[in-house]
């Protein structure tokens, strides 16, 4: 196939960018879980945990327009149907989910997917000289483990 307008591999960059689709629909997924958690969080923890949890949305939805740009970079289309990121997703939708402990866990188990699937794009991402969706996926995988880490401790869990 040769190389593209940024200098590396078509092939390579066309299956990145399918990886980041699923990111993008997994990122989606986790996303509107966290903007459900926001909205319905219950109990002693609610001040606490609605103001974390509008700030997890927002930097969800920075995270959504940077992959879908990223995938636009790499010259492909990004998902943007919820039928396409229901099908791709591999993040639990929670559903009416109000309890602070399960809303933690949510995002735990949710950032965990997330970090496998950033993981393997950064293995391919260097296996494809792509410097942009290695850094962005180093800056992910960064700011989720050190979120995975608050969590847990909220949780009173001590091991990650």
Not at 11 to 35: I, V
Not at 40 to 57: P, S, T, W
Not at 101 to 115: N, Q
Not at 128 to 142: F, H, K, P
Request: charged share 30%; glycine share 6%.
């Amino acid at each position: 196939m040769g190389l593209n307008i940024l200098g590396l591999d078509s092939k390579k960059t066309k299956d990145l960018a399918k990886d980041l689709n699923s990111l993008l629909a997994n990122f989606q997924t986790y996303y509107q879980n966290l903007r459900g958690i926001h909205w319905n969080i219950r109990g002693k923890q609610f001040f606490e945990l609605h103001v974390k949890f509008e700030e997890l949305y927002t930097e969800a939805n920075v995270n959504v327009d940077e992959i879908a740009e990223r995938v636009l970079t790499l010259g492909e289309t990004p998902l943007h149907t919820f039928s396409d990121y229901t099908e791709v997703s591999e993040v639990r939708v929670g559903k009416n989910v109000s309890d602070d402990k399960k809303a933690v866990e949510l995002i735990v188990e949710s950032l965990s997917i997330l970090l496998k699937i950033e993981r393997s794009i950064l293995d391919k991402a260097g296996d494809a000289g792509d410097e942009g969706t290695n850094s962005m996926m180093s800056d992910l995988i960064t700011e989720q483990e050190k979120t995975i880490w608050m969590m847990k401790a909220w949780l009173g869990e001590t091991t990650v």
